[in-house]
């Protein structure tokens, strides 16, 4: 089981960056996929949830700027963000939950973590 995101990148506020994570070992269509970011200093929080059912939530301060969505047949989640700004800037990673159902945001959730990808917006 694997996960390997791409995408970020350096962007000017106001920029939009669309990130993947390709899944490997299991199925995206049948199970939770979160995004989580974690700037320097700070603690890793949730972005988004996408659920097997296709219900999805974001964090707090998204206000509607990232959109999740998932490709069954390429096995990939995606994360389109817009209206970037530098409080964005952060290492942002997927996760799933492998040994049991979960759909929080609890980081303890989830068993199964990408690599990260860096999305830096400067002004």
């Known amino acids: 089981v694997q996960l390997v995101e791409s995408g970020g990148g350096s962007v000017q506020a106001g920029g939009s960056l669309t990130l993947s994570c390709a899944a490997s070992?299991?199925?995206?269509?049948?199970?939770?996929m979160a995004w989580f970011r974690q700037a320097p200093g700070r603690e890793r929080e949730g972005v988004s949830l996408?659920?097997?059912?296709?219900?999805?939530n974001y964090g707090d301060f998204v206000h509607g700027r990232f959109i999740v969505s998932k490709d069954n047949a390429k096995n990939t989640l995606f994360l389109k963000m817009n209206d970037l700004s530098p409080i964005d800037t952060a290492m942002y990673y997927c996760?799933?939950?492998?040994?049991?159902?979960?759909?929080?945001?609890?980081?303890?959730?989830?068993?199964?973590w990408g690599q990260g990808t860096q999305v830096s917006v400067s002004l």
């Open positions: 996760a799933t939950a492998t040994r049991r159902a979960y759909c929080g945001w609890s980081k303890a959730g989830y068993d199964v």
């Open positions: 070992g299991f199925a995206v269509a049948g199970t939770c």
């Open positions: 996408l659920g097997a059912s296709g219900h999805t």
